[in-house]
């Protein structure tokens, strides 16, 4: 089995610099990272649980916690992506360096797949304190989830950062095909709502499985998480990597000559 | 693990990934370390060559320059060489791990500390985590950046980057060392600490690979060299020679652009009909040793009677350096009436001036040298070779000597 790259030695610094720069200088620093998702769940719940009440199995602040642990995921996964698809041109200085465009995009990934990682254990949190949530196989599954969209947006970053720099229509393509993604998932929705073939349909749609994983801790309505979920899943992951590397290994000099 | 040596296509090695490689004893030590035939670079969606049938090597142990003008292809060879890119056409074959400093700041994350980015320099070169802080340590000494180096590369200025750059790229140790055009941007010491470690680095075998605007710094680096220009070499050889012609066209390039241009005047009243070089035993010549003597022959006709006109002969070098000018007003001689063809000779006895090229000028004034009559500015070129090396514009008779002095 190979060595690990240099690189990946460096991730944690970077992750971990990455994260404080982003709160630094404000007064409540890292503790931003917890309040950003808390808001946003008590957001949900007060929209929900007393403005529209959604006619789903859930109260309302069920419902909150339903479409927290799907929304949070998935604003990470379009942070990720987006973000990917920018790199480049934000980073010229790397045609000159020997520093990896995976290294760029692993540390993109990761971070935003920290904030997901932070809001997810704040709606768990707020499960719990509510009784509505699961402890054992779920957790585990959540924080398979975690790591196993972590590993997939990284394949798709490492697409996305040479794509993102020959084709500049590709960033505010991928916004608008990012927000489809909100209405092609059973984010904002449960699937026991939709009708069997539309249920058929979202099985083919990888977030869907990994949206199962993530709501297994949460006592809420929707489909169960089974091991065909993290299969699919895993697979997805894997193949949007070989996919990523592949892509990046084809296109990689043209992108950094256009830079 | 080879060195990169393909045709096009080009495959090099994962940027990042070590690729340490000693350098093979024996045959093979004859190896060139860069070996560069027809190479070519076209970037995608321009119609125009940055570099073009480039053709040099570079042995194990030498230090090779690249002087050019911006734009000229500098920083394309050393992006081909460190892999940052692909040849269009022709064939790049680099033997050995390279250390580069290209870019100020390139590779660095501002987020980081120095010691930091030093430590990431070091695994992306392939060393462990014991040999990137080694690293580390070793940079941290040479770049005297004190408590900086603990603080983020952000709060550095370009000269501190460039502290840490140099450092940490001359800590890597690696068989062949790019810089690019990044000493500048330091202080006069630390420009010269970067010299010095370069000289260093050459005297331990790296291969040295320099492209700089500092032709004093080329002259003193590096053993051969390479003029660019518009992406083609136009001179491959010994560095001093490369960098003679290159000022040469520089300042010709900078006279023609500023003061007065070459050229005839004057009222007419003299007609300048021809001017020769010749040497003291009267051969015409258009190249003069230094210390030799040099006559101008100047052959001038007066359309009227003229009163003690002023008749000059300067020396200008190429670049429009005003050498010399005397005339016969200063040296109160020649007064008389003229009216016909003459030949007017000007003779420089043990001319001091150096190796290069000159032109002369030749001036016929009225008496009160207010308007000049005739004046071939700078039209009459010559060259003047040394024997030796020797610095500057004229030799002037010197002695050395020391004498013990009692403190």
Known sequence: MSRAPGWTRSLGPLVLADLRQ????????????????LVEVAAYAVVFGFLVRPHTDHDGFGYALFVASGILPWAALREAVEGSASL????????????????????????????????????????????????????????????????????????????????????????SALTVLVFASPILYPENMLSPSIQAALEWNPFTHLLRLYRAPLAVSGAAATGLDVAVAAAAAAAAVAAGHALKARLRWTARDRL | MPGRADATPFAPPEPGLGTRRQPEAGPAAMVAAIAVEGLGKRYPGSEAWALRELTFEVPRGESFGVVGE??????????????????????????????????????????????????HAGLLAGLDPAGARSLARAAEEFAELGDFFHR??????????????????????????????????????????????????????????????????????????????????KVVGPASEVVGAYEEQVRRRTAAESGLAAGRRGTGEVVIRDVRFRDAAGQERAEFATGESLRVEVLFETTRPLESPVMGVAVFRDDGVYCYGPNSRLDRRLEGTYD????????????????????????????????????????????????????????????????????
């Open chain 2, 340 to 407: 016909g063809c003459y030949l007017l000779a000007a003779e420089f006895e043990d001319l001091p001036l150096l190796a290069g090229a000159y032109e002369a000028s030749v001036a016929f004034y009225d008496r009160e040298h207010v308007y000049a009559y005739a004046w071939d500015h700078r039209m009459y070129p010559f060259r003047v070779v040394s024997d030796g090396p020797e610095h500057g514009l004229v030799r002037l008779r010197h002695r050395f000597q020391v004498t013990r002095v009692e403190r």
């Open chain 1, 88 to 175: 480049l041109p934000a980073h010229r200085w790397i045609r000159r360096s020997p520093v990896p465009v995976d290294l760029l995009v692993a540390r993109h990934c990761l971070v935003a797949s920290s904030r997901a990682a932070i809001g997810l254990l704040v709606v768990l949190l707020a499960a719990f304190l509510s009784g509505r949530g699961r402890t054992g196989a779920g957790l585990v599954l959540a924080a398979a989830a975690l790591v196993l969209q972590a590993v997939a947006v990284f394949g798709v970053g490492l697409a996305a950062a040479p794509l993102g720099t020959l084709y500049p229509d590709l960033r505010p393509a991928l916004t």
């Open chain 2, 152 to 233: 983020p590369v952000r709060t550095y200025s370009a000269g501190m980057i460039m502290r840490l750059g140099f450092a940490v790229a001359a800590s890597l140790a690696a068989p062949i060392v790019l810089v690019d055009e990044v000493l500048a941007v330091g202080d006069a010491y630390f420009q010269r600490k970067c010299v010095d470690r370069l000289l260093k680095i050459r005297s331990e075998g790296a291969t040295l690979v320099l492209a700089s605007h500092d032709l004093h710094a080329v002259k003193s680096l590096c053993d051969r060299a390479v003029w660019l220009e518009r992406g083609r070499a």
């Open chain 1, 22 to 37: 982003r709160y630094a200088g404000s007064a409540l620093g890292g503790a931003w990272a917890f309040l950003g998702p």
């Open chain 2, 70 to 119: 911006n734009g000229s292809g500098k920083s394309t060879l050393l992006d081909l060489l460190m892999g940052a890119t692909r040849p269009t056409a022709g064939r790049l074959r680099v033997e050995g791990a390279t250390a580069s400093l290209l870019e100020l700041g390139a590779g660095f994350f501002v987020e980081l500390t120095g010691w930091q980015n030093a430590v």
